[in-house]
């Protein structure tokens, strides 16, 4: 059984900092790209960071380039976003999501709720 569990969602103000963890288990982690996408109330889901499953390579959405940035652990089966300047905008549920590439997901997690408001 294939879980993804996320983690360090919360609540910030603008140009805060939030750190979000995913945990996988079920997969052979090392064999996965893995990835983060967000949907905001009312829009469509969206790609905000995906890495290769050696982590040499990764993928930003433009709208978060240079501020948050996506690793993983192989030894730990973990990935993370970290996501620094946060604006209004970037309030969303984030998702972990687990593919056998870079372009394709196979596995999602529940999701963890990002706000960033005064």
């Known amino acids: 059984q294939v879980q993804l569990v996320e983690s360090g969602g919360g609540l910030v103000q603008p140009g805060g900092s939030l750190r979000l963890s995913c945990a996988a288990s079920?997969?052979?982690?090392?064999?996965?790209?893995m990835g983060w996408y967000r949907q905001a109330p009312g829009k469509q889901r969206e790609l905000v960071a995906v890495?290769?499953?050696?982590?040499?390579?990764?993928n930003y959405a433009d709208s978060v380039k240079g501020r948050f940035t996506i690793s993983r652990d192989n030894t730990k089966n973990t990935v993370f976003l970290q996501m620094n300047s946060l604006k209004p905008e970037d309030t969303a549920t984030y998702y972990c999501?687990?593919?056998?590439?870079?372009?394709?997901?196979?596995?999602w997690g529940q999701g963890t709720q990002v706000a960033a408001s005064s």
């Open positions: 079920g997969i052979i982690f090392r064999f996965y790209a």
């Open positions: 890495v290769s499953a050696s982590g040499a390579s990764t």
């Open positions: 999501t687990a593919g056998p590439t870079m372009r394709e997901v196979a596995y």
